[in-house]
């Protein structure tokens, strides 16, 4: 069993930066992949950015690349989540999800993820 725990979400105005953490616990954090998930007002959960085994490889929806940046800690059981120029439309509900099995090319489905926090709400004003 993995235990995912979100923060760092708020209210923030267009433009702005945030930085969500998520603290792992439980099965071997370092043997996960790791990735973050969102979901918009009245739409399914969608892929965000992932991370390998060792942060050696990182993945980005295109929405995101080049303003978000995800890494980890293996040794503080951490994964995080950099958000700069923030826009209204990466409001959600952002979730830290863990991956212990299936191929790499699998980590954009959140199907293919084992274990989920509990959500953290990210608010972006215009």
């Known amino acids: 069993q993995v235990q995912l725990v979100e923060s760092g979400g708020g209210l923030v105005q267009a433009g702005g930066s945030l930085r969500l953490s998520c603290a792992a616990s439980g099965r071997a954090f370092s043997s996960g992949m790791m990735g973050w998930f969102r979901q918009p007002p009245g739409k399914e959960r969608e892929f965000v950015a992932a991370i390998s085994r060792s942060g050696a490889n990182t993945y980005y929806a295109d929405s995101v690349k080049g303003r978000f940046t995800i890494s980890r800690d293996n040794a503080k059981n951490t994964v995080n989540l950099q958000m700069n120029n923030l826009e209204p439309g990466d409001t959600a509900v952002y979730y830290c999800?863990?991956?212990?099995?299936?191929?790499?090319?699998?980590?954009?489905?959140?199907?293919?993820?084992?274990?989920w926090g509990q959500g953290t709400q990210v608010t972006v004003s215009s």
């Open positions: 999800a863990a991956k212990y099995s299936g191929p790499y090319y699998t980590v954009r489905s959140k199907d293919e993820y084992d274990y």
